[in-house]
């Protein structure tokens, strides 16, 4: 099963501007992660935040995590053409007594030139 | 260091027929997992080792997908009979342990296409 829902689906920017991604999720979690994923490729780690963090920076990317309500957003600043990809989130939820993520459908970012 | 090594790259097999995939993870780490990709949709997992032992294979169809991590380092994923619903892009990952502080290291994947 699938706890992560990422919005939007699909998002269509130019190079410069800021995109915004937001993942949903049901269950209690440890951690929750973001992944790249290019076309054909395999996923590539983005960030790593706790559930006892609320923000977390790493170069142009922002994620924030709410556990109150069960969400998490990330943002990348001045985007480039080479952020096009798909971006998925991954929750590690707590009921497991070890590391499994489950992914979301991930939100296909476009970014033109 | 090296990343995660998959093989092959791609495969086209007619229904019926068994498929085999190898990944050899990131030198040390304990964990490795095989997730299944279907186009459009988020990786699912399959099955979590645990040096050589299974951790989780809930998801994984047991009528038809069988893995195996000999002596706890490479591993390999079996498909016997395929059918055309098993297209997919099959990755593997690895992580130091089975409680995860960096993330998880994916290989570049085995695109399947059973026709």
């Known amino acids: 099963s699938q706890q992560g829902e990422e919005d939007p689906q699909a998002l269509s920017i130019q190079e410069g501007e800021n995109a915004t991604m937001n993942c949903s999720y049901k269950?209690?979690?440890?951690?929750l992660q973001w992944y790249r994923q290019n076309s054909g490729r395999g996923l590539v780690h983005l960030i790593l935040?706790?559930?006892?963090?609320r923000e977390k920076h790493s170069g142009r990317l922002r994620v924030t995590l709410d556990t109150s309500k069960k969400s998490s957003s990330l943002l990348i600043t001045a985007s480039r053409a080479a952020d096009t990809a798909s971006y998925f989130c991954?929750?590690?939820?707590?009921?497991?007594?070890?590391?499994?993520?489950?992914f979301g459908k991930g939100t296909m970012l476009l970014v033109s030139p | 260091e090296a990343g995660v090594a998959q093989s092959p790259r791609y495969k086209i097999i007619e229904k019926r027929q068994s498929v085999a995939f190898w990944c050899n993870p990131i030198?040390?780490?304990?964990?490795l997992y095989w997730y299944q990709q279907i186009l459009g949709q988020g990786p699912k997992l399959l099955i979590q080792?645990?040096?050589?032992?299974?951790?989780?294979d809930s998801q994984l169809p047991k009528d038809r997908f069988s893995a195996e991590r000999l002596k706890g380092v490479d591993s390999t994923l079996k498909i016997q009979p395929a059918k055309l619903e098993d297209s997919a892009v099959y990755l593997c990952?690895?992580?130091?342990?089975?409680?995860?502080?960096?993330?998880?290291?994916f290989g570049s994947g085995t695109r399947l296409t059973v026709v």
């Open positions: 030198s040390g780490h304990a964990t």
């Open positions: 991954a929750t590690d939820p707590i009921e497991s007594g070890y590391s499994t993520l489950t």
């Open positions: 990952a690895s992580s130091e342990g089975q409680y995860v502080r960096h993330g998880y290291t």
């Open positions: 080792f645990q040096n050589n032992g299974v951790v989780d």
């Open positions: 269950t209690s979690i440890n951690n």
């Open positions: 935040i706790r559930s006892n963090e």
